[in-house]
């Protein structure tokens, strides 16, 4: 049974970082993609970044370009989003999702992800 755990959000003021982690286990982590996700409410689930876990290949929604970063411990079975310069308008709820499969691209839409945590919730305030 394919799990993943999200950790590390919070509430941090306007122009500072957190790292988000996911933990992912009954999962063959190397052959799909992984992604992260997030959601305010009344509104739809958007792609932040995403990544060939075994290509290393990564895609941003251009919204967070410069300011965050994906990456993977593929030792831990463990993915990350580095988050820099947040603005208020990164305040949502994040998800870790993984599943989906390499196409030659990085998936980025919701849909394609089979496997979804929790969540985590990030607040910025200004």
């Known amino acids: 049974q394919v799990q993943l755990v999200e950790s590390g959000g919070g509430s941090v003021q306007a122009g500072g970082s957190l790292r988000l982690s996911c933990a992912a286990s009954?999962?063959?982590?190397?052959?799909?993609?992984m992604g992260w996700f997030r959601q305010v409410p009344g509104k739809e689930r958007e792609g932040v970044a995403a990544i060939y876990t075994r290509g290393g290949s990564t895609d941003y929604a251009d919204s967070v370009k410069g300011r965050f970063t994906i990456s993977q411990d593929n030792a831990k079975n463990t993915l990350y989003l580095q988050m820099n310069s947040l603005k208020p308008e990164d305040t949502a709820m994040y998800y870790c999702a993984a599943g989906a499969p390499w196409m030659g691209w990085v998936p980025m839409h919701p849909t394609e992800y089979n496997y979804w945590g929790q969540g985590t919730r990030v607040t910025v305030s200004s």
């Open positions: 009954g999962y063959t982590y190397s052959r799909y993609c």
